[in-house]
């Protein structure tokens, strides 16, 4: 046996059974030591999602970024950097952590692995995605279908609203209209041969405790018929005794059950508590299908891609509106925040399809470009239809985020436009242009300087009116000659 497994042994011998403060008081210091350690007390590693299986060939890569982190970021004082003291069994070495970064945060793999070495990388990738997250200002939403233009701007709607934020176990579920995003049961739709199997032999070990919740709800069915048909009767409510239940009863009700393939169904999906998935037409169904029943999640976009693995927020963010005022220090509060740069990672494509729309990055995150489908687009950023090598630092342009979601299997999905220009003008940033288009760029710089800007406190066609030219003659020599004119005519 290990040292290791040898004191967890005998830390395990020493505390009782009692209660939390006595096993304090009397367990051994070792325990005490372990008790009160932060590594300890970091979370266990998550599990990241498999990917559907498919017969298309994928490339991957072990040493991609992951779509979302699943251990924990550990950083240490500066004092203790400079020791290589990171709280754990050994010092880290500084040509890897402090060598390399002036804030270097690193994940812990393994604390102690067989060649005695601690297993551990740089936490870089996720921790500075979410700082530059956090630059955005930008609330989460609950995923939906977003049409990526201009034109049509899909409904902001928090996931920390109180109707929606809600697990099986909450308080407020069984109000009317509460919406949850997790279920104890399984997506069915997303699991393999296998772990559907694995899952059907669990069912098989909890069939006594099925039954008896099946029974519960069958004597709940008919108390409330009972309560209805009393109602109706004029009969008092308080004077009925709870309907018992017998064996014979509830064996007619199975069988009962078992010949109305709707019905099992939903007893089904409610004794399991097994999220419902597509809505299929009722004219597609055969008459041996179990229809489930609707979906009680708080996104209908969870029925196609299964319930979040973690919080619809992902705890990235915790504003819940887009209640937030822009106050430019010249130019006073801005209708927009500052723009955010993107830089384009694959250009566009010239045919319809997948690979048509640019990829661009905005703060660690990949998406689309949000422009309509068009090749020529004379209004694009320079490099965005075509790779051009003279752009210094790669091709890059402004946007305005407006829609941030969290996908069921963790990944973040940010929608964007492209800034306008006079939010990018009021902020003092510019698209990248070409040197034979800076005459070009000069003046559409001082034509912005003669139009007001977009200012929340007035209104928005008040401040796209250009102001009318004054006449450079008074108003009675203006008339006078053009009644002089009709005379003549």
Not at 69 to 78: G, L, V
Not at 178 to 195: C, I, Q, V, W
């Amino acid at each position: 046996m290990f040292p290791e497994n040898q004191l967890f042994f005998r830390i395990s011998k020493t505390l009782p059974l009692s209660s939390t403060s006595m096993a304090a008081v009397n367990a051994s210091p070792a325990a005490n030591l372990l008790r009160k350690s932060r590594l300890f007390a970091l979370p266990q590693a998550l599990n990241l999602h498999p990917e559907n299986p498919t017969i298309r060939v994928r490339s991957e890569s072990n040493t991609a970024t992951l779509p979302h982190p699943i251990r924990a970021s550990i950083i240490t004082p500066r004092s203790s950097l400079l020791k290589g003291d990171w709280g754990l069994k050994r010092p880290l070495p500084a040509l890897s952590t402090s060598n390399k970064s002036r804030k270097p945060v690193v994940r812990v793999n393994a604390i102690d692995t067989f060649e005695h070495v601690t297993d551990f990388e740089s936490a870089q990738d996720h921790t500075v995605t979410l700082r530059k997250f956090q630059e955005l200002h930008m609330p989460m939403s609950l995923p939906a279908r977003a049409n990526y233009t201009q034109s049509i701007t899909t409904r902001h709607e928090s996931p920390f609203e109180t109707h929606l934020d809600n697990t099986a176990t909450s308080e407020g579920i069984d109000k009317p209209g509460a919406r949850r995003y997790r279920h104890t049961g399984p997506f069915l739709p997303g699991l393999s041969e296998a772990d559907f199997n694995t899952y059907l032999k669990k069912v098989q070990r909890e069939k006594p405790e099925l039954l008896r919740k099946l029974r519960e709800r069958f004597a709940t069915q008919l108390n409330t018929e009972r309560r209805k048909q009393a109602q109706d009767n004029g009969e008092e409510l308080e004077a009925l005794a709870p309907v018992q239940v017998t064996d014979e009863d509830f064996q007619k009700y199975l069988r009962v059950l078992r010949s109305d393939p709707g019905a099992l169904g939903l007893a089904i999906f409610d004794l399991l508590d097994l999220p419902s998935g597509l809505p299929v037409p009722r004219e597609r169904f055969g008459p041996d299908c179990y229809q489930s029943p609707g979906t009680v999640l708080s996104s209908p976009e969870y029925s196609v891609r299964g319930p979040p693995s973690t919080h619809p927020s992902g705890g990235i963010s915790y504003t819940r509106s887009h209640a937030l005022t822009y106050n430019h220090p010249e130019h006073g509060p801005q209708v927009y925040q500052r723009p955010a740069e993107a830089r384009v990672l694959r250009r566009k494509g010239r045919f319809k399809g997948a690979s048509f729309r640019a990829i661009v990055g905005v703060g660690g995150i990949a998406l689309e470009d949000g422009e309509p489908k068009t090749f020529s687009d004379p209004n694009a950023p320079h490099g965005i239809t075509y790779f051009d090598s003279a752009i210094p630092g790669g091709a890059k342009y402004y946007v305005t985020p407006y829609r941030a979601m969290m996908e069921s299997d963790g990944r973040i999905r940010l929608a964007v436009h492209r800034a306008e220009p006079q939010t990018r003008f009021a902020y003092g940033v510019q698209n990248y242009q070409k040197p034979e288009a800076a005459a070009t760029t000069r003046s559409d710089s001082s034509r912005l300087r003669r139009r007001p800007i977009q200012r929340l406190d007035r209104s928005r066609t008040d401040s796209l009116s250009e102001p009318l030219p004054l006449p450079a003659e008074p108003t009675e020599d203006v008339a006078r000659n053009l009644m002089r004119t009709l005379t003549q005519r």
